[in-house]
């Protein structure tokens, strides 16, 4: 069975454990196991900024190995100080492959540190290194440092934290090489534990239990990749390859989304990524290279670059702030990466600010002088930077848009975009029944990842009327316990959610790589569903229930204005009560039944939530 490393920071103490045999038969790996584990070894109220809050890192059954889509993915669970929920962060670099060569699969961290410290690991032999000479470095500068400089080891895969980490900004990312832990404040909490990085290096070989089959398998995988057409759309654009089509159906938020319709958009486009981009890349052993380094050759913004702009990027810097040019969000996305903090949560809070500045709710007085304006690219770099070091304005902001318009009152909380102290990502809920609704209920607050709603937003795989309530409940469900066992193993969200390989496919292959039968698709839905279950259970551990699956007035009263959207508020009643319906859930608290968890398998849970 596999082994956890227990790192506590406080007295330096490290240990190992072997993960519960039942657990991998019962939640396979990565998000499955992850989430048991820290459901397991957390205290119901704990700080998440305080030394008691523990960080899971967890891998799948597939981090490094030779499967198509898989072999970079793994995850950090913990409890965020934005959303005081059960939270998962996950990354695709290749410190999670670094970590099982080290022979782990998973990493429990906990405690504080006296004084700045960097974690290293090495084949298994864990060293406490002294941050202070990085410490107040940019998150390019301390990977460069300690790689190069500290550790002599440019092999080394990193995980480090920029100013926004070390001030505790609520929604600071961890920079791990080019890609990010990026949501929920999990740099924050690598801030208040005095931990500027972790880094890991490691040489043992990973495991396979059938390789023979699971090569015959990987090559039936490449021929269903290579004749999907959104393997090809990636391959060219990444994720900017989706920026036309949803603002085509009106669902890209404009204007901190009032509007769901960009009139500019095609000034922000996958065409002007394509010209920027200098490198393609990808995971290991991954066709789809969806990785798209882009760099800006002239005008003010020249010399900048980045990996990216994502899909999100391109709207929360770009049509939610009304800014249709990509070089200026190519500059934001790389300063927003090199201070260490989240471009969603970033621009959404910015936006927040323009529309309160715009209502006369908050003044050059509460703004350090600046006019908000939208359009105002200096205005986004500008704050970007207060943002990041809490200075100004950029302190109230860097609390996330909940806390921001709590503290400023005067009617700013109905236009706060966020579902559960996290801001919502460049999706508006109300033209969108199901992939709504997965963001109202998701466990870590406004994610479209957890159970993105393909049917209605690309019409795969199967196509459904976007605009209809029926069925949405059980749809939303589906597709979250679908998503929640893809992580498990670790599969890439993009291929496996729209299907571009088939879903029995995927399971053969997870049963090749561990040995285990664990049955086909119907059988990885349900490992989903209790995974989905135990996360829930955290949360409802934490005092959430029905009152806080729920929206900013803006989605529920206002109307979309104009555009293929025009007319769509967001349902939510219904649209709950069938969702708890679908989940065997109790309707009126919105909370998991007793017999719904022992059906699962979770009586431990049912009986700890009595």
């Known amino acids: 069975?596999?082994?956890?490393?227990?790192?506590?920071?406080?007295?330096?103490?490290?240990?190992?454990?072997?993960?519960?045999?039942?657990?991998?038969?019962?939640?396979?790996?990565?998000?499955?196991?992850?989430?048991?584990?820290?459901?397991?070894?957390?205290?119901?109220?704990?700080?998440?900024?305080?030394?008691?809050?523990?960080?899971?890192?967890?891998?799948?059954?597939?981090?490094?190995?030779?499967?198509?889509?898989?072999?970079?993915?793994?995850?950090?669970?913990?409890?965020?100080?934005?959303?005081?929920?059960y939270f998962r962060s996950r990354c695709v670099s290749n410190l999670g492959i670094m970590l099982k060569k080290c022979g782990y699969d998973f990493m429990i961290i906990e405690g504080k540190a006296e004084k700045p410290t960097y974690i290293y690991i090495e084949n298994g032999e864990v060293d406490f290194g002294d941050a202070s000479s990085i410490w107040g470095t940019t998150t390019d500068l301390a990977q460069y440092i300690l790689k190069e400089h500290i550790l002599r080891n440019p092999k080394a895969e990193t995980a480090v934290i920029g100013p926004a980490g070390e001030r505790l900004v609520k929604y600071a990312i961890v920079q791990c090489g080019t890609r990010q832990l990026g949501r929920g404040g999990i740099g924050a909490i690598m801030g208040a534990k005095n931990l500027k990085a972790v880094a890991v290096?490691?040489?043992?070989?990973?495991?396979i239990a059938n390789e023979d089959l699971l090569k015959e398998l990987v090559k039936e995988q490449v021929k269903q990749l290579a004749a999907a057409h959104g393997t090809k759309r990636m391959q060219r654009y990444g994720t900017a390859a989706i920026h036309a089509l949803i603002n085509q159906i009106g669902d890209y938020p404009y204007k901190n989304f009032r509007e769901t319709f960009y009139p500019d958009h095609e000034k922000l486009n996958g065409e002007g990524k394509v010209k920027r981009t200098i490198r393609n890349a990808?995971?290991?052993?991954?066709?789809?290279?969806?990785?798209?380094?882009?760099?800006?050759?002239e005008g003010p913004y020249a010399g900048a670059w980045v990996d990216g702009p994502e899909y999100e990027t391109f709207c929360t810097f770009g049509g939610l702030l009304d800014i249709p040019n990509l070089d200026a969000v190519i500059y934001a996305n790389m300063l927003a990466d090199n201070y260490g903090i989240d471009?969603?949560?970033?621009?959404?809070?910015?936006?927040?600010?323009?529309?309160?500045?715009?209502r006369g709710i908050l003044t050059t007085k509460d703004t350090d002088g600046m006019e908000l304006k939208w359009g105002d690219e200096k205005v986004l770099m500008e704050l970007i930077r207060k943002i990041s070091f809490r200075e100004g304005i950029g302190d109230l902001l860097a609390e996330g848009v909940k806390i921001a318009s709590e503290r400023i009152g005067k009617g700013s909380e109905e236009f706060a975009i966020h579902i559960k102290g996290l801001e919502l990502p460049a999706y508006d809920p109300r033209p969108v029944k199901a992939h709504g609704l997965n963001m109202v209920t998701s466990n870590i607050g406004g994610s479209h990842a957890l159970g993105y709603g393909t049917q209605e937003v690309f019409g795969l795989p199967t196509k459904v009327d976007r605009f209809s309530l029926e069925g949405k409940g059980a749809l939303a469900a589906y597709n979250q316990n679908r998503l929640t066992w893809g992580e498990c193993c670790i599969w890439c969200t993009f291929p496996t959610r729209s299907e571009w390989h088939k879903p029995d496919l995927l399971t053969k292959i997870v049963n090749a790589a561990t040995g285990i039968d664990?049955?086909?698709?119907?059988?990885?839905?349900?490992?989903?569903?209790?995974?989905?279950?135990?996360?829930?259970?955290?949360?409802?551990?934490?005092?959430?229930?029905?009152?806080?699956?729920?929206?900013p007035t803006r989605f529920l009263k206002e109307p979309i204005p104009s555009g293929p959207s025009a007319g769509q508020i967001f349902e939510l009643e219904p649209l709950l009560n069938q969702y708890y319906e679908a989940r065997g859930w109790d309707v009126k608290t919105g909370l998991p039944t007793r017999a719904k968890l022992e059906e699962l398998g979770l009586k431990d849970i049912a009986d700890e939530l009595e």
Request: aromatic share 12%.
């Open 1 to 85: 069975m596999g082994k956890i490393l227990h790192i506590n920071l406080t007295d330096k103490k490290v240990w190992e454990t072997e993960v519960p045999e039942d657990y991998y038969r019962k939640f396979i790996g990565g998000r499955g196991i992850a989430a048991k584990l820290l459901f397991d070894e957390m205290k119901p109220g704990v700080d998440p900024l305080s030394p008691e809050n523990k960080m899971v890192w967890g891998t799948g059954p597939l981090t490094g190995l030779p499967v198509q889509a898989a072999s970079s993915g793994w995850l950090v669970v913990t409890k965020s100080p934005l959303t005081n929920t």
């Open 201 to 207: 290096y490691g040489e043992k070989s990973i495991p």
């Open 282 to 297: 990808g995971c290991p052993n991954c066709m789809i290279m969806c990785w798209k380094f882009t760099y800006v050759r």
């Open 343 to 358: 471009t969603i949560s970033a621009g959404v809070s910015i936006a927040f600010a323009i529309e309160a500045f715009e």
């Open 518 to 551: 664990f049955g086909g698709f119907e059988e990885a839905v349900k490992i989903g569903e209790r995974v989905w279950n135990v996360e829930k259970a955290f949360n409802v551990r934490e005092g959430f229930d029905r009152r806080h699956d729920t929206l």
